[in-house]
């Protein structure tokens, strides 16, 4: 069983630059609410009982957010709002099962994965990344079905444009497993358009099994001088590991660039 979830909050979140200057990308409002609230409550629909949230000394605003209990208290005690108290509730709800670990020095995806390593308790865990909302069917509940069908990681998956490959991690297409799920024989960290194995993207949400340690800790920086998990991953695929990618239902809604961030708020609103 799938009951732990890591979620990589250390990044500096510099393609929504000039707010996250000063502002954690992951708490900007989506249609009224962080958007890391929707990523919580995917895990917690997903059958998910732990969390553990990698942020930086420079990202402390993540935790206060669900630590700031004299404010709630204070505000509570002077206005009685059932509004105000079911918020508090909510955060409560939610912080019962964080854990924070500290990635100080991003240097990419596979390292702060690597800072989870003591905490993982199972075979298999999900990882979730922010900049990636999938609204209206629930996608960590369809993988980890995949995973417990085909005793295998899985990649969340989706067809990109062509010209661009290079913003995502590219995969080769393998066997086809059943409708939705194929198997994966390559994947390379954004590739250039004529390096690309196809227009297969890997989108953030990954069940990794817990070997991949072993293969982080010994890694070289890649592409960009960053320790990047689709390394890690190509390096399992190549000892035939199995990594399933999973065509998702739901739709996928980029939040880590600007247009994708102010796209969302609308696509949320209209549910
Ligand atoms: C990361 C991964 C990339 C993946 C993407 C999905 O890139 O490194 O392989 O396709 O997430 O959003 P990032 O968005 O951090 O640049």
Redesign the pocket.
Known sequence: MIKQAII?LA?LGT?LLPLTSVFAKELLPINGKPGLEYIIQECIDAGIKEIIFIISKKKMMIKNYFYNDKFYKDLIQKKKDPRIINEYKKILKFRKMIKFVYQNNPK??GDAVLKTKKFINDKYFLML?P??LIIKYNCSKSMIKVHNKFKASVMASMNVKKNNVS????YKLGKKLSKNNYLIDD?I??PSTINAPSNK????RYILPKTIFKKLSNQKPGKGG?I???DAIQSLIYDNNKFVAHNFFGKYL?C?TMSGYINSSNEISKL
């Open positions: 990589p990044g393609r990419g995806t990344l900049d990636d913003r995502w991690g590219i994947v960290e954004k993207a890997v989108i953030g960053e990047h998990i689709t980029d880590g």
